[in-house]
Every structure is written in structure tokens, then in C-alpha cells.
């Protein structure tokens, strides 16, 4: 009789729960077996056999569950979909509750260095593809500036004439410069390598059109641990399978499960032992303000200035409410493994202190900030110690995976994320991209390098670029 194990623990979970549709039963249990990894991208144990002949259609997973409600999580669903298999989230808040909706959606083609490198420009694409297959409202190409705060250079009304720089970045400017110019051809035809999306936008249509595809949905519930029993079968890999999740003190069964709640994901390390996942929430404030009209189409990344603010600024596209998104602040608070689990996602809040700073930092910069802002919010990054994502299975089983740990690229790399992951769970291997750096169990058996805890904020082909942590 195999071995059962209830790891009853707390959990938070990012993301949400509603306006997902419940679709309609799911599929036969499928067959499985424990298949041999071969290497950190190929670690599934789901065996995709035959259910007559060899003409036949593999069978799929009837109980894919996706913990956390969040933009990682609603990719993986939309792409199971597109593969006819049925999802179910789980979510403690709400759909985009934490930064899935509160980011900024900025979007870069050749940013990666390495090994994110493939990670951006398969993302970049698949966005420009959502875009159109969901009617996005929120996504843009968009030209992009680097810009040096300081006394106001003579030349730069020449360049807003031209519109070479935003009408709107009218104050204390020193320098602006275009970062990634495209030449001549590419700028005249608006195809710039930046872009923007609207973060919860994309996730809520990701969800919608999972429900409409396979019948996906989204529960609201809270992840307490996992049941497990012994998954080796005719001498293939020996490990644990996860056969249910423990949720609100109920079991729901589960053939495949894959932990995307961002940060908190650091919980699943109570709830298997082989596995260790540091992680770092970088809480960090942001401000929204409302022009009084659309503005031009341009985001910014400024240099330090005496406030001690490295401001981002995204005007959003299509808002009735004409949004500029404003982060950068400085002041960001660190949160490490035993920090987050004892705070909610719905919990974070705002640094009053560094909001100001930011306020008074984008008045500076443009009259767009001299009015009260509309939004000022908060929430967390997760961060591993390299920068890299967590993109594979959970150490020690043969049915559970994680997709976490997205840094400051969270909405970027969300649709490589969930093609990828999707390509995992149903072939065994990951196609669209190379998963091997981003294995979930490189920092487990060992102490984490704390060297590695450098580099870690958002960079340019590996030049830092912004705010630093």
C-alpha cells in the first residue's frame, strides 16, 4: 500500500477568483507512469500512452490544479487550453490581487543577458500574439528613453517638437536619450523592441478565455499542504506523486500540480522535504496618476536624483482614465522566507514616506506630477538569489512543478512561462525554450551562494538599469 503523507501547513496564494468561468466536467483520469529524467528541463513522470491504438490521441490530465491566481497561473491555464486540457486555480484573494496587478507591464525584446535571453525574446513575440488573439485594449510598442534628471537643457524643446521626446517631460531634464533605437525604417513603421501591456488586463482575458476554451476555473480557497504517496512504477523514477492539495482543511484531488503563487510559493519548501527555495519579496511603492488627456506614448527610465528615486514612468494605452504608472521610488523593504509567510498578499502596504519622494521626484521631471496621484499602492517582487525563475519540477516528485520567481520580469516572461510550463506537464520537455537554468532544485543539497544575491534589478543585456536591489 503506498505511503500517504498530509502536510497540514498555512498558505498564502497571489492572484484570484473572479470573473473565471466554470466550464464543464473534465476529461478521464489518464494514464500514467514515471518517466526517466534526462535532463532538469525533462522531469516529468506523465507518460502520455495510448488508449486503443497507435492512431490514438494521448490521454491527458483530468486534475490540473494551478495555485495562485496571479498572471503566472492564468498563462500556464490559457496554454493548457490551447491543448484541450481543463484547469482549476486556487486563490486565497482575488484575480491580479497582488503585483500582477500592480505592475507596470514593461516589455523589452533584447534585455536578457544569458540565460533570460531566450526568456525575452519568446515572451516578447508571444505577447505581440496575445495582443491580437485577446484584443488587448493595454498593449503598445512603444519607444523608450533613458533620461538624467537635472538642470533643463535648451535642446530638449527642439526634440519635443519633433517628437522625439514626450511633450510631457517638461521639467528638470538634463538629458533624454532613446534606448533600443530600431533605425530609421523600424521607427517610422512605430516596431520598437519595448512595448507595454496592461498587467491585470492580460491575466483576467488569460482566465477568460481558459474557461472558454477547456472549461478552466478558478476556485477560492486557501493551500494548506499536500498529500503524496510513492510514484515509481515499472523501474522508471523513483520519487513521490502529489496526489491531492489540502485546501481549507479539504482534499482536492490532483494529477498534476504547479505552485505559481510568486513570493509565497516559498511555502511548498515546508511541504516537501527534499527541497529548498530561497526567495526574496522586494516590496516596493508605486504611484498611478490621471491626465487630463491621452498623453504621448513613451516610457521612461531615469537616472538617480537627489530624492533617491530611479523613477519608471508608463503612460498606459487605451485607458479611458489616461493612466501614467510611475514606480521607482526607492525605499524598497526585503522580505526573505520566514518574513513571507507570515504576511498576506492582500496585506502590503504602501511606504508613505517613499510615495512622496516619488511625487515630488515626477513633479520635478513633468507637469503631469503636480497633481495628487490617484493610486498609490505596494507589492512584492520574488526574487530568488541569482535573479533566475523557478521553471520546472518539484525535486523529489514526478507530478509537481513550480513556476515562481520572476523578479522584475514577472509580466514579461508570463506567456513563456506558461507555454513552456504547458509543454512540460503534457510532453515531458519543455520545446519553446531551454528550462535547465532555471531548475527548481539548484539550490537544494547545498548552501546558497551568497555572492549570487548581486545583479539582481532590472538590467539592460546585462547593464543595471533603474532601481537596484
Known amino acids: ?25 473534465a476529461a478521464p483520469l489518464p494514464s500514467i507512469t514515471a518517466a526517466a529524467p534526462r535532463n532538469a528541463a525533462r522531469r516529468s513522470c506523465l507518460t502520455m500512452t495510448m488508449t486503443t491504438d497507435e492512431q490514438s490521441p494521448p490521454s491527458l490530465p483530468a486534475n490540473v490544479v494551478l495555485c495562485g491566481g496571479g498572471i503566472q497561473s492564468a498563462a500556464i491555464a490559457y496554454y493548457l487550453s490551447e491543448r484541450g486540457v481543463s484547469s482549476t486555480v486556487i486563490e486565497q484573494c482575488e484575480v491580479a490581487c497582488a503585483a500582477s496587478g500592480k505592475a507596470g507591464g514593461f516589455l523589452a525584446r533584447n534585455w536578457g543577458a544569458g540565460a533570460t535571453s531566450q526568456l525575452h525574446q519568446v515572451s516578447f513575440k508571444l505577447h505581440q500574439e496575445l495582443a491580437e488573439d485577446l484584443s488587448l485594449q493595454g498593449y503598445r510598442k512603444l519607444p523608450t528613453l533613458a533620461v538624467t534628471p537635472g538642470s533643463r537643457s535648451p535642446d530638449l524643446g527642439s526634440l519635443a517638437d519633433k517628437g522625439q521626446i ?37 491575466t483576467e482575458k488569460l482566465l477568460a478565455a481558459a ?53 509565497w510559493t516559498c511555502l511548498i519548501e515546508d511541504w516537501f522535504e527534499d527541497l529548498t527555495l530561497p526567495m526574496q519579496g522586494i516590496c516596493s511603492t508605486s504611484v498611478v496618476y490621471r491626465a487630463a488627456a491621452a498623453v504621448d506614448a513613451f516610457a521612461l527610465f531615469c537616472g538617480e536624483d537627489e530624492l533617491g528615486c530611479n523613477l519608471e514612468v508608463y503612460p498606459r494605452a487605451a485607458s479611458a482614465e489616461h493612466e501614467v504608472y510611475v514606480c521607482g521610488v526607492g525605499g524598497s523593504r526585503y522580505l526573505n522566507n520566514a518574513q513571507l509567510k507570515q504576511v498576506r498578499p492582500d496585506g502590503i502596504e504602501a511606504d508613505a514616506v517613499r510615495a512622496e519622494a516619488g511625487q515630488q521626484a515626477f513633479a520635478a521631471l513633468s507637469s503631469l506630477g503636480l497633481a495628487a496621484p490617484q493610486t498609490t499602492q505596494a507589492c512584492l517582487r520574488p526574487c530568488p538569489p541569482d535573479a533566475l525563475p523557478y521553471l520546472g519540477a518539484v525535486p523529489g516528485t514526478c507530478n509537481a512543478y513550480a513556476a515562481a520567481g520572476h523578479n522584475c520580469w514577472g509580466i514579461l516572461w508570463a506567456p513563456v512561462t506558461g507555454k513552456a510550463m504547458a509543454e512540460l506537464i503534457l510532453e515531458g520537455t519543455s520545446n519553446c525554450v531551454d528550462l535547465a537554468p532555471f531548475d527548481p532544485a539548484r539550490f537544494s543539497g547545498g548552501e546558497e551562494s ?20
Request: with cysteine; proline share 4%.
Open 1 to 25: 500500500m503506498a505511503r500517504r503523507m498530509r502536510l497540514a501547513l498555512s498558505a498564502m496564494l497571489v492572484g484570484a477568483a473572479t470573473g473565471f468561468l466554470v466550464g464543464p466536467a
Open 166 to 202: 514626450p511633450a510631457w517631460l517638461d521639467g528638470d531634464v538634463e538629458k533624454a536619450s532613446l534606448l533600443d533605437d530600431p533605425g530609421l525604417v523600424r521607427r517610422s513603421m512605430n516596431n520598437w523592441d519595448t512595448a507595454q501591456t496592461d498587467p491585470r488586463e492580460l
Open 211 to 263: 474557461a472558454a476554451k477547456a472549461g478552466s476555473r478558478v476556485v477560492t480557497g486557501t493551500v494548506q499542504g499536500v498529500v503524496r504517496e510513492s510514484c515509481s512504477e515499472n523501474g522508471g523514477e523513483r520519487g513521490e506523486r502529489v496526489t491531492g492539495l489540502i485546501v481549507d482543511g479539504e482534499e482536492v484531488a490532483a494529477d498534476v500540480c504547479v505552485f505559481a503563487m510568486g513570493p
Open 450 to 469: 551568497a555572492s549570487a544575491r548581486t545583479g539582481r534589478g532590472r538590467q539592460r543585456a546585462g547593464e543595471p538599469v533603474g532601481e537596484q536591489w
